[in-house]
């Protein structure tokens, strides 16, 4: 836009609206500013500023990357321990972002996990006590079945000795009768 200013003084103009911003921007000169080079010193400052800004976000965008990146890392190498069946691990990101609801969440897995190996194990314990009930009953009833084969054998001889005597004593009560039948 070409203008006169109420000094007299002929300008130009640029208005624009930025609606990612949601602003106007505005910047008016003299034909003597943009005949003496202002516009270009204005260039020259804009790329300057912008170069400096690009190099302080790319510093801080690296410094950022380091943090989280040893966040992760620190992560990573605790999960690895418990990978190697260490469940006495805490991880420790106590942020309230994505990392530290994963912390969270990994927590609660190794803690579960804890319980039910110590459930596992209690288990374990039960079922060799019970196990080790079974073999001492066992032994118990293969003792017991040897003193039934013990009491049975001994019976059997008594009662062969018994019948020995009944046939002893009936064949005296034989002769008795034949001698005194004569």
């Given at each position: 836009i070409e203008?006169?200013?109420?000094?007299?003084?002929?300008?130009?103009?640029?208005l624009e609206f930025y609606e990612k911003w949601g602003v106007?921007?505005?910047v008016g000169m003299s034909n003597d500013d943009i005949l003496g080079g202002l516009d270009k010193k204005?260039?020259?400052q804009a790329l300057i500023t912008g170069g400096i800004a690009l190099l302080v976000g790319c510093f801080f965008s690296f410094?950022?990357?380091?943090?989280?990146?040893?966040?992760?890392q620190s992560i990573a190498d605790i999960a690895r321990k418990v990978g190697e069946g260490d469940y006495r691990v805490e991880f420790?990101?106590?942020?309230?972002?994505?990392?530290?609801?994963?912390?969270?969440?990994?927590?609660?897995?190794?803690a579960s996990s804890k319980e039910m190996l110590g459930q596992i194990n209690q288990s374990s314990v039960s079922l060799a006590s019970s196990a080790t009930e079974l073999s001492a009953i066992s032994d118990q009833l293969v003792n017991n079945a040897d003193q039934t084969t013990s009491v049975a054998k001994d019976s059997a001889s008594r009662a062969d000795e018994v019948s020995r005597n009944m046939d002893?004593?009936?064949?005296?009560?034989?002769?008795?009768?034949?001698?005194l039948n004569m």
């Open positions: 203008y006169t200013s109420s000094s007299g003084v002929e300008k130009l103009a640029a106007w921007l505005g204005i260039r020259s410094i950022l990357v380091r943090i989280i990146n040893g966040r992760v420790n990101v106590k942020s309230q972002d994505a990392l530290g609801s994963l912390s969270n969440s990994l927590n609660e897995m190794v002893s004593v009936a064949a005296a009560s034989e002769e008795s009768t034949t001698n």
